[in-house]
Each structure stands twice: as structure tokens, then as C-alpha cells.
């Protein structure tokens, strides 16, 4: 079992900078693909970033790249999602999530662990 608690989500104005942080406990998470997810009201969950159980492979998606970041510290068991330039489209609830598996996955049903999630609202 695998249990993930994210934190670094607040309100903050167009334009201005977050970091969220996943903090892991129980099995060796650092043998685990990380990922980062966000949910509006009313719309699916979708695909953020992920990263490899070494840190040596990302993913984004394309509706965040060059503004977010995804990054691991596994001496820490902590993964981390760099946010610049918010829009407020980026405004959701923010999850993390855990994958093991070989490769770097985009959905969400991939995923085998899930944190509680941190809202992220971003002003105009």
C-alpha cells in the first residue's frame, strides 16, 4: 500500500507561481511512476505530468508545457509539480497519483494510488 498526501495548493492571481508537493509513505515508492492530475467542476479527471521512479523520464501535457514542471526527490519519498504563468484554466483539484509499471502513462486508470487532493484556484 501506498499512501500519497499532497499539499501547496491556495488561491493566487493570474500569472503567479505554485508548488505543490506529494509526499509518499508505505511501499518503496521510489520504484513507483509518479504522475500529477487535476479535476475541474463538471469535467474529467485529466493528465497533468508524470515522471519516472528514477527521475530520469517526464511527460506533460501539452496544456501546461513550458509552465509546469514535474520533479522527484526520492531520498525525500516526494514528488513535486513546478507551477508558472497560472492561468484560470488551471483552476481544479490537483491529485497525485502512483503507477507501477514500465512505462509512463496518461491515464488516469493506470494509476494504482491516489491522494485526497489540493485545490489550486487561480484568479483573473
Known amino acids: 500500500q501506498v499512501h500519497l498526501v499532497e499539499s501547496g495548493g491556495g488561491l493566487v492571481q493570474a500569472g503567479g507561481s505554485l508548488r505543490l508537493s506529494c509526499a509518499a509513505s508505505?511501499?518503496?515508492?521510489?520504484?513507483?511512476?509518479m504522475g500529477w492530475f487535476r479535476q475541474a467542476p463538471g469535467k474529467e479527471r485529466e493528465f497533468v505530468a508524470a515522471?519516472?521512479?528514477?527521475?530520469?523520464?517526464?511527460d506533460c501535457a501539452d496544456s501546461v508545457k513550458g509552465r509546469f514542471t514535474i520533479s522527484r526527490d526520492n531520498a525525500k519519498n516526494t514528488v513535486y509539480l513546478q507551477m508558472n504563468s497560472l492561468k484560470p484554466e488551471d483552476t481544479a483539484v490537483y491529485y497525485c497519483?502512483?503507477?507501477?509499471?514500465?512505462?509512463?502513462?496518461?491515464?488516469?486508470?493506470?494509476?494504482?494510488?491516489w491522494g485526497q487532493g489540493t485545490q489550486v484556484t487561480v484568479s483573473s
Open positions: 508505505g511501499r518503496t515508492v521510489s520504484r513507483y511512476n
Open positions: 515522471i519516472s521512479w528514477g527521475g530520469g523520464s517526464t
Open positions: 497519483a502512483a503507477e507501477d509499471a514500465f512505462i509512463l502513462s496518461r491515464s488516469p486508470s493506470d494509476y494504482d494510488y
